[in-house]
C-alpha cells in the first residue's frame, strides 16, 4: 500500500495576486468608464507608490484605488486601505501631478476614491472620497 504525502503539491497552477489585482484593474476600469469617467492613466507609478486608475469624473480629477478580498476574516476590501497605503498613493498623485500628463490637470479639483471588490462581486462598491489627506496635500 501506497503511503499518500502528508502535503500535497496541487496539480492546479496558482493565480498570482498580481494577476488577479491586475484582472479586478481592468473589470474596474471598464466599469468606470461606463459611469461616465474619463479614464486618464492606468498604474502611474513612482518610486514610493502607485495609483491603480486615475481618471475625470465631471470636471473632477480622481485618482482610484482599486482593492479586491476573496473574505473578509480581516475586514472588507475597502478597510486594506490603510494609513500607511493612502500615504503611498497621495506621493504617487504629487508625482503623477509633477509629469507631462499631469500638469494639465493641476488646476482640478480632486480627489480619492477607492473601487471595492469583495468576495467574487463584479460591480465594485464606489467610495467616494474615501480618504482626504487634507493639510498633507
Not at 486618464?40 to 485618482?63: K, P, W
Request: contains cysteine.
Amino acid at each position: 500500500m501506497t503511503r499518500k504525502p502528508d502535503f500535497a503539491p496541487n496539480p492546479a497552477p496558482a493565480t498570482s495576486a498580481r494577476a488577479v489585482g491586475t484582472a479586478y484593474e481592468a473589470l474596474a476600469a471598464a466599469w468606470i468608464e461606463r459611469q461616465g469617467v474619463r479614464l486618464l492613466a492606468r498604474n502611474a507609478a513612482s518610486r514610493r507608490g502607485e495609483i491603480d486608475l486615475i481618471g475625470l469624473h465631471h470636471g473632477t480629477l480622481v485618482f482610484f484605488e482599486v482593492r479586491h478580498r476573496r473574505r473578509s476574516d480581516y475586514g472588507g476590501a475597502a478597510e486594506s486601505v490603510t494609513a500607511a497605503k493612502q500615504r503611498r498613493i497621495l506621493a504617487a498623485a504629487r508625482y503623477w501631478l509633477n509629469g507631462p500628463a499631469g500638469r494639465h490637470h493641476m488646476d482640478r479639483p480632486c480627489r480619492f476614491d477607492v473601487l471595492a471588490f469583495d468576495g467574487e462581486a463584479q460591480i465594485p462598491e464606489w467610495i467616494q472620497g474615501a480618504f482626504d489627506l487634507g493639510a498633507a496635500w
